[in-house]
């Protein structure tokens, strides 16, 4: 069975970066594509970042473009999401997904493997 679990989240001021750090195990880590997606009090779920596992490609969300950036470690079966310049509409639980469909995809529904999610406050 395919576990997620995330780790990073914390407390930042405004203007600060922060790096989270998502472990998959249970399953083929070069299999899966794998994603960030997080969730605001009030608010829906949100895709914010992914990268698939057959070519690498990344996608990344307009509203965190060239802020946030994902990466995956194969030896360590860890992805990554590096956010930059936070701010306090960044505030959210965010959370790790994977999948191993074999197209690129930012729908929450694709991705049946979830983590448990990590809280990121940032404070203005």
């Known amino acids: 069975q395919v576990q997620l679990a995330e780790s990073g989240g914390r407390l930042v001021q405004a203007g600060g970066s922060l790096r989270l750090s998502c472990v998959l195990s249970?399953?083929?880590?070069?299999?899966?594509?794998l994603a960030w997606f997080r969730q605001a009090p009030g608010k829906e779920r949100e895709f914010v970042a992914g990268m698939t596992w057959f070519n690498g490609r990344t996608d990344v969300a307009f509203s965190v473009k060239d802020r946030f950036f994902i990466s995956r470690d194969n030896i360590r079966n860890t992805v990554t999401l590096e956010m930059n310049n936070l701010n306090a509409e960044d505030t959210a639980s965010y959370y790790c997904?994977?999948?191993?469909?074999?197209?690129?995809?930012?729908?929450?529904?694709?991705?049946?493997?979830w983590g448990l999610g990590t809280q990121v406050t940032v404070s203005s």
């Open positions: 249970g399953g083929t880590f070069t299999r899966y594509s």
């Open positions: 997904a994977a999948t191993n469909l074999n197209s690129a995809t930012t729908m929450d529904s694709d991705f049946p493997y």
